[in-house]
């Protein structure tokens, strides 16, 4: 999986280099990448699976002023917190824009089941464009949610980065 995120990201990165018709501008609303979170559990838990680990998420961005939002599909390989990979569709509302700070939901899916409760999150960061075309997102995030499988209140931190292809 992880040969595959290099792949996509350098991929997203030559296009947005080589990209010489419809050019972005620098006030480029909408933004569209990959990247990954390195998380770690507040909680010690009981659970044969790791306390921290990495996962990987597909991004999509719409920030045109102060306000934005964000939506993003994580994928969780399985044995890090689960007995199979589990995937939770994600939504921020965002504010700031190089500089900013966000609120979310997320809903768990894995083994065929969606999670009963929703996660919850905050995030703050930094978007930085590096080119017309290119962003890079370094984040914190903090998520916390009720799993009824390890019986237990869940509360995580996460540091991530993206890069998005940006038009």
Same mark, same amino acid.
């Given at each position: 999986?992880?040969?595959?995120?290099?792949?996509?990201?350098?991929?997203?990165?030559?296009?947005?280099?080589?990209?010489?018709?419809?050019?972005?501008?620098?006030?480029?609303?909408?933004? #569209? %990448?990959? =990247?990954?979170? *390195?998380?770690?559990?507040?909680?010690?838990? $009981?659970?044969?699976?790791?306390?921290? !680990?990495?996962?990987?998420?597909?991004?999509?961005?719409?920030?045109?002023?102060?306000?934005?939002?964000?939506?993003?599909?994580?994928?969780?390989?399985?044995?890090?917190?689960?007995?199979?990979?589990?995937?939770?569709?994600?939504?921020?509302?965002?504010?700031?824009?190089?500089?900013?700070?966000? #609120? %979310?939901? =997320?809903?768990? *899916?894995?083994?065929?089941?969606?999670?009963? $409760?929703?996660?919850?999150?905050?995030? !703050?960061?930094?978007?930085?464009?590096?080119?017309?075309?290119?962003?890079?997102?370094?984040?914190?995030?903090?998520?916390?949610?009720?799993?009824?499988?390890?019986?237990?209140?869940?509360?995580?931190?996460?540091?991530?980065?993206?890069?998005?292809?940006?038009?």
């Amino acid at each position: 999986m992880t040969k595959k995120l290099i792949v996509l990201v350098v991929a997203i990165a030559a296009l947005g280099v080589f990209q010489n018709t419809a050019q972005a501008n620098e006030n480029s609303d909408v933004q #569209i %990448g990959a =990247g990954a979170h *390195y998380w770690v559990s507040l909680e010690d838990l $009981d659970t044969k699976f790791d306390d921290n !680990a990495l996962s990987y998420y597909a991004t999509i961005r719409y920030n045109p002023s102060l306000w934005g939002v964000e939506a993003n599909v994580e994928y969780y390989p399985k044995e890090t917190l689960f007995a199979k990979a589990a995937y939770e569709p994600q939504a921020f509302f965002i504010l700031g824009n190089t500089l900013y700070a966000g #609120i %979310g939901l =997320g809903w768990l *899916y894995s083994d065929g089941d969606w999670a009963d $409760d929703p996660t919850y999150a905050f995030k !703050a960061g930094f978007n930085i464009k590096l080119m017309d075309t290119i962003a890079i997102d370094i984040n914190a995030n903090y998520k916390f949610t009720k799993w009824d499988d390890i019986d237990a209140d869940l509360s995580t931190i996460n540091l991530g980065a993206a890069v998005r292809f940006c038009f």
